[in-house]
Structure formats: structure tokens, C-alpha cells
């Protein structure tokens, strides 16, 4: 409804309000007659009708009494049952209808009805200029003829009128602006396309396009919720579906979810039981909550697949990780970076089901699993097997096997290759073997036919069950050099205190039994000696002793000890005797064996028939005779016998000490005397001494 232009004010204690609001008088109408001209109160002046004045009401109060006055005497008929005269008061009772057509009625007053009991019942007035209608403190005023005065009983138009908390139950109203309204119920509110709905503080609250699509400017709020159709949408203007939610009350996104509030909690079941929680910067947090009847599942993550037919090397789920956002590069930096996946063993059926669960992990590539591969694998047997270096920070205990690949290595973390196992079983260790118990064995053969046995305390022993008599228990050195050269040890076995605390030469090895070549090996030839050697105040082993094929054998220098019962040298060889004052000997030989310090020195002397040995001196004995008066002796011989003349004095032989020679002497004679003829040892001329002396090394 539009506002009128001018106030209208209405006595509410007259009954002109009554009038108005009982007669049916059409509102289009009261429109016509209603003009810029202005109405007042009636100030009961009983004035004769001019331009300004007004209706007075009848001072006879007869009910349905209805005054006007008119400008001159122009009649103003139609009254229904009766005319109007020209008279300053006319008196009609109940008319049931009003028409004004005088066109002398340059202003009109309608003023008050009787007290009591006025009726109109749909009169018309046509052409009224009416400005003001005014009742005690009320007043009403009237529009100009531009605009339209509405009644509750017509079907019109107003435009851009402004309604103050009007009370409007049902109707149709287009571009209306609504000040504090009060609505009823109303069937049907329309209005125009791309039209808006509002408040004084936010006109264009809620508009609607031509289509019928509402958009709100502010967030609307639901106290009562939100109901949509089932299966019906809400969403955005981008997307309009975003959020679907089926009769059922299962909803589908199209888009993400996001809970974007520190601790967010995704709850699931009647009662709460499974929840997934946010930890800030962190990640998400899945719990059981359930408290009873639930003892020892605890929180039970299943990964699923919908593959109906299951093949050897499907994958049935997957765990990937990967760092998306790494800002170093654009390559290998935000492939997946590891992952461990669940992958079938063979055809599933309803007899077979055998899963491995397979690690992996990338080193510049995708580390996503496949049909075949993994880092590890640990099979449905239980069997575990690593594709790199197992690396265990603690105690790993199987009841099954452990398995490597051919050649594979196992390690600490400082030496990764510790225990090399090739394809034939052979176990090869970079570092020492330990068995850490008492009475720890080391068996070999199928059958354990030899063991190593530890003593606890002092050593080891071995034992072993000889398939023959003759094979005995075998150690055996074996020296794999191509070639082996005269005077090269071959194998040693060295004893050695290492613990010793004085240090030093308490600590190196202190003596050996070794095998040295004693020719150059051949196809031919391949004769060692077994050597003793033995270290005295240093580091050096010196050889003291050797068992050739021939024997024992001293060294050529000898280690000669101060103890009286140690064998320390024993020597072999020739020497050659001289004799400086002999006569000129046909031939001259010498042999000796040495014993420890004991010399036994052998000469042998073609002597000269006709020489003189009265001054007999046999010179250069193998060792220098020990520098003691006790020191040895002489015997001489010869091939055949040997006698003395009885008037001749025989001749001594004797060693002087500290000295390398053999000197002779007679008590009465020079000569060497044979079956009585002087100058003659024996008729043969051989001569055999041996001296057996001491020496001083």
C-alpha cells in the first residue's frame, strides 16, 4: 500500500472510524476523492460550504444524518432514496449509495457522521478534493490524485510506498519495502525476479534470480536445523552438490572435508567408540574407546580390496610415504618415498590365501610395491628375507630361518660384511670367532668326525675318529705360494706370552717349531727340515735347532749355553792338519765331530821315511783347544802294529791348551821309531792321531 502524501488524521472517538472501517466504500473511491485539498476538524460553526470549510455534524443527531453544504445551490442528487437540496443542511437517512457529480464543488468536507448509528453502504464519491482527514488527535492524511488509497476489499497497485509496521495477512505486493512488518500467514510471498528481501540495516539480505535461486549476503542462521528432500543437495555456487545426503542420512561430498580446528574429531559408531583425533602439527591419532567386552582387540585397522579375483602378485592394500612439498629439487625429492603393502602369494581360493607383507624403500626412485621385488619380504611362511644389510640394534630371535642371498653378507653396523655365507655354504668372517662358554666345541666332518674342544683355563684339544690305523689325528699346514725357493719357511707354529705385563720382549713370541724348505721345490725335489728356533733377550727367533732328512742339525753358529747338561751344538766336517816341522808328508787328512764343546779331531799322515820328526807338531785342529790344563787327550795308531825298540824310549803325543795343535815328545829320543829302526813310524808310513778335547764354543 503506498503512503499518501499527506497525513490523514482521524478522530478515533467519533464514529467517522467507525465509518470507515464497518461501510464496504470502495477504496478506489475513496482514492478519487481524495485530492491535495486539505481537511479539518470540523469546528462546528454551522458555516455555510466554501472553499476551506467543512461539514458540520447535525445538531439534531438523528441517526444516519449525513450534512454538507454546497458552494452555490447546485443539487446534489443520487442520494440513494432521496435527493440533496440546496439548502445549507439536507438531511438523508440511510442512503444506500452517494454520488457527487456537481462539478461546483471546488472542496468538500466530510466531516462527522451522527453520534449514533450512521450507516453508508457502498456509496461512491467521484472527484473529491479532500486533504486531511482529522478525528480528535487522529489525523489522517489523504494522498494526492496521483497515487491510490487501497481498501481491504480491492485488487490494486502501489509502488514504492514505505509500510510502518503494518499488519498484512495474506495478499500479493511487489516492490515493497517493509518497515518492522508484522505478517500473518501468507500463502504465497512473490517477488520479482532477481528481486531481494532485506532489513533496514541490510536491504538486499536475501535475493532471489529469476531462476529461484536464493543468495543470502550474510550467514544465514538455522536455530530449528536444516532439513533438505532426501537425496537432495546443499552446496556452493561453484558447486552446487557439494554436500548430498541420501534418505538414509549417508552424506557424500564432492569435494574435501576439512575440520580445521586444532584436536578435531572424527567419532564413528552409536556410542562413540572408534574416533580418529587431529594432533597439532603432528598427525591423527585412531583409538578404541570402547571399555568392556573388548579386551585385547584394542584399535583394528582393515585394509580392503573389491578385486573379486586374486592373482599371484596382487596387491590387497598399501601404505605409501612421501614427502609432496619438498622444495629441493623437482625430481626424485616428492616421488613416494617408501611404502608396505600386503601381496598375494599365488591364485586365492577357498584353500589358499598365502600373503607376504613386503617393505620397501626408495633411493632416488619411486618406492611404490609391485607384482614382485621389495626390499623386505617376510613370507607367509615366515620366512624373512632382506634385500640389503640387516642391521639388529637388539636380540633377534626366529623359530624359523634366517636366509641370505648367495654370497650375502651379515654385519654390525661398523662391518656390514662380518659373516660372508657363499652359495655353497662356505661361512667367511672378516673378524675373529668367539665362543664365549666353557667347553665350547667346534665340530667338522658330517659325521663330527673331528672336534676342537675348549679346556677351560688352559687350551684346546682335538679329537678325532680315524677311519684307518695308519692316519693318526692330522694337522696340516698347508703353504699355497707358487714357488717355493731353498731356505723359505714353509709353515711355523709360534708360542707366544701376549699378556705378559713387563711388555716389551715378554710380549713377542718366544719360540717356534716351523718347516723350512731346504732346496728349491721342484717336480723333483721338495726336501725341508723341521727347525726349532727360540728367542733370547729380543725380537728375533734364531734357529737352534733342525731335524733334516739325514738327522739333526745344529746352525753353523752356534747358541752355546752356560748349562752344563743342554746339548746345545752338535757338528760334522773335515779340517786340514799341517805339520811346519814335519819332513815333507806324502798326504795329510782331518775329520772331527763336534758334540756340544767336545771335539773329537781325526788326522791322517802318509809320512816321509826319511824325515826327521824329532820337533813333531801336528797344527790346526777344527776348534781352539779350552784354555785348561784339563782339557783333552791324543792316541795315535796306525794300520798295522806298532812297537817300540826295547832300548829305545817311546814317544808321547799331548794337547796344549788354548792352542790348535798336537805336540809329541820322548823320554831318550826325536825319533819315531818302528820294530826297533830309527826315523821310521812303521813300514806302511801311515800314521792315524785323535785328539778329543774340549773347546771354548
Not at 148 to 172: E, F, H, Q, Y
Request: hydrophobic share 35%; aromatic share 4%.
Amino acid at each position: 500500500m503506498a503512503v499518501p502524501r499527506n497525513p490523514i488524521t482521524i478522530d478515533t472517538s467519533d464514529t467517522f472510524s467507525t465509518w470507515l472501517s464497518n461501510t464496504n466504500l470502495a477504496i478506489n473511491v475513496l482514492k478519487d476523492i481524495i485530492t491535495d485539498t486539505v481537511l479539518t476538524h470540523a469546528d462546528h460553526s454551522g458555516a455555510a460550504f466554501t472553499a476551506g470549510s467543512t461539514i458540520t455534524q447535525a445538531t439534531t443527531g438523528a441517526t444516519g444524518i449525513v450534512q454538507v453544504s454546497t458552494v452555490d445551490a447546485t443539487t446534489i442528487s443520487d442520494l440513494g432514496t432521496g435527493t440533496w437540496g440546496t439548502s445549507n443542511n439536507v438531511t438523508q437517512s440511510s442512503p444506500t449509495s452517494v454520488t457527487l457529480t456537481s462539478g461546483h464543488l471546488t472542496a468538500v468536507t466530510t466531516s462527522h457522521l451522527a453520534t449514533t448509528g450512521a450507516v453508508l453502504t457502498t456509496p461512491t464519491i467521484t472527484a473529491p478534493v479532500i486533504a486531511t482527514i482529522t478525528n480528535n488527535s487522529n489525523t489522517l492524511t489523504l494522498p494526492t490524485s496521483a497515487d491510490t488509497l487501497v481498501g481491504r476489499a480491492t485488487t490494486d497497485t502501489l509502488t514504492n510506498k514505505t509500510l510502518t509496521s503494518p499488519a498484512i495477512n495474506g495478499g500479493t505486493m511487489t516492490s515493497v519495502t517493509l518497515v518492522t512488518p508484522t505478517l500473518g500467514t501468507v500463502a504465497n510471498l512473490t517477488i520479482a525476479n532477481a528481486g531481494n528481501i532485506g532489513s533496514v540495516g541490510d536491504t538486499d539480505a536475501m535475493a532471489i534470480s529469476s531462476g529461484g535461486v536464493v543468495t543470502f549476503s550474510q550467514r544465514d542462521v538455522h536455530s530449528a536445523g536444516i532439513t533438505v528432500a532426501d537425496a537432495g543437495q546443499i552446496g556452493s555456487a561453484s558447486d552446487t552438490d557439494a554436500i548430498a545426503i541420501g534418505a538414509d542420512g549417508d552424506i557424500t561430498l564432492t569435494q574435501d572435508l576439512e575440520l580445521q580446528h586444532d584436536g578435531a574429531i572424527l567419532s564413528f559408531g552409536t556410542n562413540d567408540d572408534v574416533t580418529i583425533t587431529h594432533v597439532h602439527d603432528t598427525g591423527l591419532t585412531i583409538k578404541n574407546t570402547h571399555t568392556s567386552g573388548n579386551s585385547g582387540i584394542g584399535v583394528v585397522l582393515t585394509l580392503q580390496t573389491g578385486d573379486t579375483d586374486i592373482a599371484d602378485g596382487n596387491i590387497l592394500g598399501q601404505i605409501k610415504f612421501q614427502a609432496p612439498d619438498e622444495g629441493s629439487g623437482s625430481a626424485d625429492q616428492d616421488l613416494v618415498a617408501a611404502g608396505i603393502a600386503a601381496r598375494s602369494e599365488g591364485d586365492f581360493s577357498d584353500t589358499n590365501n598365502a600373503t607376504e607383507l613386503v617393505f620397501n624403500t626408495g633411493a632416488s626412485e619411486d618406492a611404490s610395491i609391485g607384482a614382485s621385488g621389495g626390499d623386505m619380504i617376510l613370507s607367509s611362511a615366515g620366512n624373512l628375507t632382506v634385500a640389503g644389510t640387516y642391521n639388529g640394534g637388539g636380540i633377534m630371535t626366529t623359530g624359523g630361518n634366517i636366509v641370505i642371498p648367495d654370497a650375502g653378507t651379515i654385519g654390525s653396523a661398523t662391518d656390514t660384511d662380518a659373516i660372508a655365507i657363499g652359495s655353497d655354504g662356505d661361512i667367511t668372517l672378516t673378524q675373529d670367532l668367539e665362543l664365549q662358554h666353557d667347553a665350547a666345541t667346534i665340530s667338522m666332518g658330517t659325521n663330527d668326525d673331528v672336534v676342537i674342544t675348549h679346556i677351560a683355563d688352559e687350551g684346546i684339544s682335538l679329537e678325532t675318529t680315524p677311519t684307518g690305523t695308519t692316519a693318526g689325528t692330522i694337522i696340516h699346514f698347508k703353504n699355497k705360494r707358487t714357488t717355493i725357493a731353498d731356505g723359505e719357511m714353509i709353515a711355523r707354529l709360534l708360542f707366544q706370552t701376549p699378556s705378559e705385563s713387563d711388555g716389551s720382549d715378554a710380549i713377542v713370541s718366544t719360540a717356534e717349531i716351523g718347516v723350512k724348505a731346504i732346496e728349491a721345490f721342484s717336480a723333483t725335489a721338495n726336501r725341508s727340515a723341521v727347525t726349532f728356533g727360540f728367542a733370547d733377550g729380543g725380537t728375533t727367533i734364531t734357529e737352534a735347532l733342525r731335524i733334516v732328512p739325514e738327522g739333526i742339525k745344529f746352525p753353523g753358529t752356534a747358541d752355546l749355553s752356560t748349562d752344563a747338561n743342554t746339548l746345545d751344538d752338535y757338528e760334522e766336517g773335515t779340517w786340514t792338519p799341517d805339520m811346519p816341522d814335519g819332513g815333507g808328508e806324502d798326504a795329510i787328512s782331518g775329520r772331527y765331530v763336534k758334540i756340544g764343546r767336545q771335539v773329537i779331531a781325526t788326522a791322517f799322515i802318509n809320512t816321509n821315511t826319511t824325515a826327521d820328526y824329532s820337533n813333531f807338531k801336528l797344527t790346526g785342529l777344527p776348534f781352539t783347544i779350552l784354555d785348561d790344563d784339563c782339557c783333552g787327550f791324543v792316541s795315535m795308531t796306525s794300520v798295522t802294529s806298532y812297537n817300540y825298540d826295547d832300548g829305545s824310549a817311546p814317544r808321547f803325543f799331548y794337547l796344549t791348551k788354548n792352542t790348535d795343535y798336537i805336540q809329541g815328545w820322548s823320554v831318550s829320543g826325536d825319533a819315531l821309531e818302528h820294530s826297533g829302526r830309527n826315523n821310521e813310524t812303521y813300514r806302511g808310513q801311515h800314521i792315524m792321531f785323535q785328539a778329543v778335547y774340549e773347546t771354548a764354543s
